[in-house]
């Protein structure tokens, strides 16, 4: 087990900075030519074009900690890039982004699949568990302008703006806080809904995740972020996850080097949140969370779909624990999924029952009603 502040975990480099001076890695990984016992490790990916620039920053950053493996790439339609007619939230599949790329990864087809952790439910396949958080890009909601609105903001369109947005916790919030604009489903890729928006008359703007814009090198585009007294984000957005088989341990060892500690405490607690809310793209939940000076803050809402009626509160822990050689009968725990060798397990126990007490503290004050209601109307529409 790698010390705290190791550069890598377990595969190709010694665990002091590596090398082929280090120890050796062969007793773990026998290796001929290339790879895993000379093959390829192959990494699966849908195929937008912005799933491909995430996976390959990932594969990017694995080829610089292990040079002596040869990674290749498989990119896949899947469910939720093939129905572009339909809402999201309509469709009823928990898994739209992932089902195909799980079914590959079950039959060894693939070794690791890179994905936007929120496109991740919080209760994994059996079999299943994400391997690795990496850092988190900035998780919050950006506005998209029409050209022809370059240089405003929500608040200064004119009545009756109709805003492009598929994500009901988006809509949710921003009708709430902007009543004089109208919100419209869009659907497609980043490249697809923003050739909707300048092409085309029929939005005033989109809303998008920054860290989509940031990743595909249009951050110029951003004509507005939204903080958290605007927009409070999605659960899991702005990471990028690395799911993996649970009982390989070799490929569980190898990506555990790509966790980042704050990102996985933040992640854990959110998903501990939704998942206790029995929350989902059917309804609208929302989160944001900051960790600072060894202290988790997370702060969780639910809304109607007009957003006349929500909730939100926040809560804090700490998570400021040392680490521990934790080998042994718990080494592979999971916590909403998630599998953190490197982290510390009373911290991430801590993150987890962070989300667990929010969550129980809104439905509490009421929010099962909420949003059984919301799923409700969203199913009648």
């Not at 992932?98 to 079999?127: W, Y």
């Not at 989160?287 to 957003?307: E, F, I, M, P, R």
Request: glycine share 8%; hydrophobic share 40%.
């Amino acid at each position: 087990m790698a010390e705290p502040g190791a550069a890598v975990v377990g595969l190709g480099r010694a665990e002091s900075g590596g090398g082929p001076d280090g120890a050796d890695a062969d007793s773990l990984l026998p290796q001929e030519e290339n790879g895993v016992d000379g093959r390829a490790i192959r990494v699966g990916t849908r195929r937008s074009q912005l799933a491909r620039i995430q996976t390959d920053s990932v594969v990017t950053t694995l080829r610089e900690l292990y040079p002596d493996l040869h990674f290749e790439i498989v990119a896949m339609s899947t469910t939720g890039d093939k129905i572009l007619d339909t809402a999201l939230s309509k469709i009823g599949e928990k898994s739209l982004f992932t089902k195909e790329l799980e079914n590959a990864l079950e039959r060894n087809e693939v070794d690791l699949v890179v994905h936007s952790l929120k496109d991740l439910p919080t209760s994994l396949p059996p079999g299943f568990t994400i391997g690795a958080v990496c850092k988190r890009e900035n998780p919050l909601d950006a506005v998209v302008f029409h050209p022809k609105n370059c240089g405003k903001t929500l608040s200064v369109l004119p009545e009756k703006s109709v805003i492009g947005t598929s994500s009901l916790r988006r809509a949710a919030q921003l009708k709430k806080k902007f009543p004089h604009l109208e919100f419209r489903d869009i659907r497609g890729n980043l490249n697809t809904r923003l050739k909707k928006l300048d092409e085309k008359e029929d939005f005033s703007a989109i809303i998008l995740a920054a860290a989509g814009l940031k990743r595909m090198g249009w951050e110029n585009r951003i004509g507005q972020l939204l903080g958290p007294e605007d927009c409070l984000y999605a659960v899991g957005q702005g990471a990028l996850a690395v799911e993996v088989r649970a009982k390989d341990q070799e490929i569980l060892n190898m990506v555990s080097a790509l966790h980042d500690a704050d990102t996985v405490l933040c992640c854990i607690a959110e998903r501990a949140f939704m998942k206790h809310l029995e929350g989902g793209c059917s309804v609208p939940v929302a989160v944001n969370s900051l960790l600072k000076d060894g202290q988790l803050y997370l702060t969780g809402a639910v809304y109607s779909l007009d957003g006349s009626d929500s909730l939100k509160e926040t809560m804090q822990t700490g998570v400021s624990y040392p680490y521990q050689n934790e080998d042994g009968p718990n080494d592979d725990v999971q916590h909403v999924g998630i599998t953190a060798k490197n982290v510390p397990g009373q911290a991430q126990e801590a993150a987890e029952n962070l989300g667990v007490e929010l969550a129980s503290l809104l439905l509490s004050k009421g929010a099962k009603h909420i949003l059984s209601v919301a799923r409700q109307l969203n199913d009648a529409h």
